[in-house]
T-cell receptor, first 113, second 113 residues
Framework: GNSVTQMEGPVTLSEEAFLTINCTYT??????LFWYVQYPGEGLQLLLK?????DKGSNKGFEATYRKETTSFHLEKGSVQVSDSAVYFC????????????FGAGTRLAVHP | DVKVTQSSRYLVKRTGEKVFLECVQD?????MFWYRQDPGLGLRLIYF???????EKGDIPEGYSVSREKKERFSLILESASTNQTSMYLC????????????FGAGSRLTVL
């Protein structure tokens, strides 16, 4: 079936370090891919998305490229800040509708000064 | 900004009690969702609604029901709460037009003793 696999956390980094959070997926057809972020005490917010192969989503210094050949959508940021500490969720929808949105388990990121 | 408000942030209930979780959105969105969030499992869809009085089961509807009598309000009901329903519950909504972004509430953390 369709699924999303994320690297286990927590990921602990120092400020200004490079961040990669791995995400791979299994899906039939051509899903749309998303990264959501959940800051402490808040709901999830859409961070970025990509709807077709080789698309790059970007927002707030974060980037992810839709790689169909490796079925991956890894999240990267060149220089993290303490304010980036949050839980990050990779997700896919294979029908274009949010009623079919499938989430990964989430990866907690802790950034220290 | 679209607001999705979950009226209860923290609830503690006893096994067998009937529990109501309320969600209200203020932007006339047609579609509303209830998810539960558990560590290591990500978010799982319980129920969704695409119109007033319309509802569809998600991936884990057992033990839950929902009510949508008005467009802005979507209620999740636990008819007889059990300890395995201790979790974080997230409501979300989106519009069929416009930006089509899924917007989440801050969550309701339910503990069943």
């Amino acid at each position: 079936g369709n699924s999303v696999t994320q690297m286990e956390g927590p990921v602990t980094l120092s400020e200004e370090a490079f961040l990669t959070i791995n995400c791979t997926y299994t899906a039939t057809g051509y899903p749309s891919l998303f990264w959501y972020v959940q800051y402490p005490g808040e709901g999830l917010q859409l961070l970025l998305k990509a709807t077709k192969a080789d698309d790059k989503g970007s927002n707030k210094g974060f980037e992810a490229t839709y790689r169909k050949e490796t079925t991956s959508f890894h999240l990267e940021k060149g220089s993290v800040q303490v304010s980036d500490s949050a839980v990050y969720f990779c997700a896919l929808t294979y029908s274009g509708g949010y009623n079919k949105l499938i989430f990964g388990a989430g990866t907690r990121l802790a950034v220290h000064p | 900004d679209v607001k999705v408000t979950q009226s209860s942030r923290y609830l503690v209930k006893r096994t067998g009690e009937k529990v109501f979780l309320e969600c209200v959105q203020d932007m006339d969105h047609e579609n509303m969702f209830w998810y539960r969030q558990d560590p290591g499992l990500g978010l799982r869809l319980i129920y969704f609604s695409y119109d007033v009085k319309m509802k569809e089961k998600g991936d884990i509807p057992e033990g839950y029901s929902v009510s949508r009598e008005k467009k802005e309000r979507f209620s999740l009901i636990l008819e007889s709460a059990s300890t395995n329903q201790t979790s974080m519950y997230l409501c979300a909504s989106y519009s069929n037009s416009g930006a089509n972004v899924l917007t989440f509430g801050a969550g309701s953390r339910l503990t069943v003793l």
